[in-house]
């Protein structure tokens, strides 16, 4: 098992691209660290429970409960896989954690979208709850309006997608998270995409730079 690193903004299209890139190429593991956190809020278990606070704030949850989670898929992610892991670290205590579970990073690819672009894709995503297809109402519509096209489930906008909450979120990925990508170019595994040059543009850039 491998690891493929997505770096990026919220919004930047790490999920939308690594769900792509999982459902078309055999091999590809898509694993969002934000998806585990809303299925276990979901659930109402007890680390879900803990994390909503954070979330709905736009807040980055504890290192330690959010790490277990990926330590958990890692360890059951075995044979010749490589894992595109999406929202995972977050910042540098959690880089650190990633290297002590000894999981080999082969690259970290940051999809490069400015602050000016990414308030009106968030405004715009629309999220299927079910099989976490991503949408743009006007970039990326579903085939009928409001329904996935994938598995049929109704659409839906994500808590913390509202502008309040997005302004708190880009607040705390360049402060929290924009480190890593010197932390990564400086061990000589940073790659860099466009991510504004269309999803099936992204996919196929990303899939090269990997
Ligand atoms: P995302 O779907 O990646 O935008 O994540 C949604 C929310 O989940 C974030 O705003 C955080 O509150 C939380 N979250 C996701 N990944 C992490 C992480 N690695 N560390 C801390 N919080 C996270």
């Known amino acids: 098992m491998k690891i493929v690193i997505l770096l990026g903004a919220p919004g930047s299209g790490k ?4 769900g792509r890139l999982a459902s078309e190429n ?3 593991k898509h694993v969002s660290s934000g998806d585990l ?4 809020v979901a659930k109402g278990t007890a680390a879900g429970v803990e994390a909503k606070g954070y979330m709905d704030k736009g807040n980055l949850v504890p290192d330690a ?3 277990q989670m990926i330590k958990d898929v890692v360890a059951e992610t075995t044979g010749d896989v490589t894992m595109l892991l999406d929202g995972f670290p977050r910042n540098l205590a959690q880089a650190k954690i990633l290297e002590e579970m000894g999981a080999p990073v082969k690259s970290a690819v940051l999809i ?3 602050d000016s672009i990414i308030q009106d894709r968030i ?3 629309r999220t299927c709850p079910k099989c976490k297809a991503g949408y743009h109402v006007r970039n990326l519509p579903p085939k009928v309006e409001g329904i996935c096209d994938a598995c049929g489930e109704k659409l839906v906008i994500r808590k913390d997608d509202n502008p309040e909450t997005v302004k708190d979120r880009l607040v705390v990925y360049h402060r929290e998270t924009e480190p890593l990508i010197a932390f ?3 061990k000589g595994l940073l790659k860099s995409v466009d991510g504004t040059i269309g999803v099936e543009n992204v996919a ?3 899939l090269k730079a990997m």
């Open 112 to 114: 490069d979208v400015p």
């Open 123 to 125: 405004a715009g995503r």
């Open 65 to 67: 409960l959010i790490a």
């Open 204 to 206: 196929a850039a990303f």
């Open 15 to 18: 999920g939308t691209v690594a």
């Open 26 to 28: 055999e091999g590809l």
């Open 184 to 186: 990564y170019r400086d």
């Open 37 to 40: 956190l809303r299925g276990a």
